[in-house]
């Protein structure tokens, strides 16, 4: 059993503190793919609800216990999922949302976190200097800041997904996640170590987004210089120590992936499984795209954790010659 | 209350049949349609499970029949969803499944069909052809006949989806349904009507496909020569009495649709709500957009049916430069 930060008793009653439209989500094996990838391959579409990404399950928490408290402000950075969700969750408890983001971030989510109402402030540089900016923001308005991966909530949201797939009829051996800060690979690996440890865990990263992996390897922090992924959800440089630490006792192996897998990942979910994904939602088949022989046989369960992408961009990666083929 | 064929004792009983695969289905306010529709949007959404349609609620209760007496086989003649989906639940029980379709039917669906491992009949005509054929071969080998629309068990699975609806906590007052053979909208329709009876049931056709439509409003069967729609999944010409005599019960209007306002529908669902969807599946929201006066500031429910659709045509459709406008 990991001594990770995560309860699983808490994990559990978070489950009633998030709006059943995130919950419970589709859980499905998908034949069609699976010529392609020579494993059998189920789907947890973590898409289908109001702001088509799994970061709902963390924001309900967070601002359930907010308003609980009687605290009316919080600001996040966030590459647009988790700034979506959270100004869904501010929204209908009477919170006011602040979301800090790149300038450089997906059209599409910034589009919508502005349609929910919540403030948006943009900055120049990456996600990071949108941590930093979000962090002098709460500090001088005295209000509460929300860190993806570092705060228990958004860990113990995602790790709800965890407990699903392991209530859930549909055997699996193995868990292919997507790694950014950590929230969903450190929360559904919890539960599965804790509840299933038979199941491989194997998180995934961009290599042009490598920084949790590295670290994951050395088994200490390291951080990059820059990031260049198409994967926007998962681009962080500046990994968080207690994150590494809690990933260190869940994952069971890190991997990365080239663009090119990341790219025949999304093109093999919209061509086979008729789904729309972000490139990060991707990570997972790449991985399986990249080494077809570790995972041969196997019965793979992937989080296709977000869709908020620009459908331009998308068109773009999935059309072509290559897609005639896939 | 209506006095439909259908029973909603038997509709509860039903999903105790029906794999958990295809229940309890995502239903989720997607606000980013709202501004392009003029009023609230839920979607019920039956695409995320094996056969990425609604049919299996209905094939599942009758393989599970079949099997229960004994039953080893069994004919339909399919469009290609029911036909995928009764392969899908005949495999898993041991009930040998023929499939009887058009030559000109989707080839994703036939596709699906054969690898689900039924055996595919093909044949010239259209789908009414195909229905012949199928109860042809039934008689020959003695074996159960399983008819779409006319057997209770499609209409009662499909009817799972209205108690879905009906007990979920999204408030809306119009339902609009796609209306193919009539399983789907007499099924939800008796459901609404009994537990939810302030909700307007609207049925949607395509103009191209108008036979159901036509008897609807004339309260007599009503034929076609031929069918002219790219909405291959509800394309029958010849209604079939009882269904008629159940939807005169339960649909509160039938309204027909131009194929260009099916194809807007598409390129909706899929630029605002990240959707691919068949357009069998874009019906309800056609008949928001050819109208938008009549359901402005209501909260429509549609149900999502299927997204078994040929990428290469999805793709024809939801491109060019209407998309970058809608």
Same mark, same amino acid.
């Given at each position: 059993?990991?001594?990770?930060?995560?309860?699983?008793?808490?994990? %559990?009653? @978070?489950?009633? %503190?998030?709006?059943?439209?995130?919950?419970? +989500?589709?859980?499905?094996?998908?034949?069609? *793919?699976?010529?392609?990838?020579?494993?059998?391959?189920?789907? $947890?579409?973590? +898409?289908? =609800?109001?702001?088509?990404?799994?970061?709902?399950?963390?924001?309900? /928490? /967070?601002?359930?216990?907010?308003?609980?408290?009687?605290?009316?402000?919080?600001?996040?950075?966030?590459?647009?999922?988790?700034?979506?969700?959270?100004?869904?969750?501010?929204?209908?408890?009477?919170?006011?949302?602040?979301?800090?983001?790149?300038?450089?971030?997906?059209?599409?989510?910034?589009?919508?976190?502005?349609? &929910?109402?919540?403030?948006?402030?943009? !900055?120049?540089?990456?996600?990071?200097?949108?941590?930093?900016?979000?962090? #002098?923001?709460?500090? =001088?308005?005295?209000?509460?800041?929300?860190?993806? #991966? *570092?705060? %228990?909530?958004?860990?113990?949201?995602?790790? +709800?997904?965890?407990?699903?797939?392991?209530? #859930?009829?549909?055997?699996?051996?193995?868990?292919?996640?997507?790694?950014?800060?950590? @929230?969903?690979?450190?929360?559904?690996?919890? /539960?599965? $170590?804790?509840?299933?440890?038979?199941?491989?865990? !194997?998180?995934?990263?961009?290599?042009?987004?490598?920084?949790?992996?590295?670290?994951?390897?050395?088994?200490?922090?390291?951080?990059?210089?820059?990031?260049?992924?198409?994967?926007?959800?998962?681009?962080?440089?500046?990994?968080?120590?207690?994150? &590494?630490?809690? *990933?260190?006792?869940?994952?069971?192996?890190?991997?990365?992936?080239?663009?090119? #897998?990341?790219?025949?990942?999304?093109?093999?979910?919209?061509?086979?499984?008729?789904?729309?994904?972000?490139?990060?939602?991707?990570?997972? *088949?790449?991985? !399986?795209?990249?080494?077809?022989?570790?995972? @041969?046989?196997?019965?793979?369960?992937?989080? /296709?954790?977000?869709?908020?992408?620009?459908?331009?961009?998308?068109?773009?990666?999935?059309?072509?010659?290559?897609?005639?083929?896939?």
């Amino acid at each position: 059993m990991p001594r990770t930060r995560l309860d699983t008793g808490r994990i %559990l009653a @978070a489950r009633q %503190l998030i709006d059943p439209v995130f919950l419970d +989500t589709p859980f499905y094996r998908c034949e069609a *793919l699976e010529p392609r990838l020579g494993c059998a391959v189920n789907i $947890k579409l973590e +898409t289908a =609800n109001p702001v088509r990404s799994f970061k709902g399950r963390g924001t309900e /928490v /967070v601002a359930s216990l907010l308003a609980d408290a009687g605290r009316r402000a919080v600001v996040c950075a966030s590459a647009g999922n988790l700034g979506q969700a959270l100004a869904w969750s501010g929204r209908t408890r009477g919170v006011d949302v602040t979301v800090v983001a790149s300038r450089s971030a997906t059209t599409a989510k910034l589009d919508r976190i502005r349609a &929910l109402g919540a403030t948006l402030e943009l !900055v120049d540089g990456d996600h990071e200097s949108a941590r930093e900016r979000a962090a #002098s923001l709460a500090r =001088n308005a005295g209000i509460r800041l929300l860190e993806d #991966s *570092l705060d %228990l909530e958004t860990c113990e949201g995602a790790a +709800t997904i965890g407990w699903e797939l392991v209530n #859930s009829r549909l055997p699996f051996d193995t868990v292919v996640l997507a790694l950014g800060g950590g @929230a969903l690979a450190t929360g559904v690996g919890h /539960v599965l $170590k804790e509840l299933a440890p038979h199941v491989e865990v !194997v998180c995934v990263q961009a290599l042009g987004a490598p920084a949790l992996a590295h670290s994951w390897r050395r088994r200490r922090v390291v951080t990059t210089a820059s990031t260049d992924t198409i994967a926007d959800g998962v681009a962080g440089r500046f990994p968080i120590p207690a994150v &590494l630490e809690d *990933l260190l006792l869940v994952a069971d192996d890190v991997v990365l992936v080239r663009e090119e #897998s990341i790219v025949a990942g999304m093109r093999l979910l919209l061509h086979h499984a008729g789904l729309v994904v972000e490139p990060s939602a991707a990570l997972g *088949l790449a991985a !399986v795209i990249e080494d077809r022989d570790r995972f @041969a046989g196997r019965s793979v369960a992937t989080v /296709v954790c977000g869709s908020n992408v620009d459908m331009a961009a998308h068109r773009r990666w999935t059309g072509g010659a290559q897609a005639r083929e896939c």
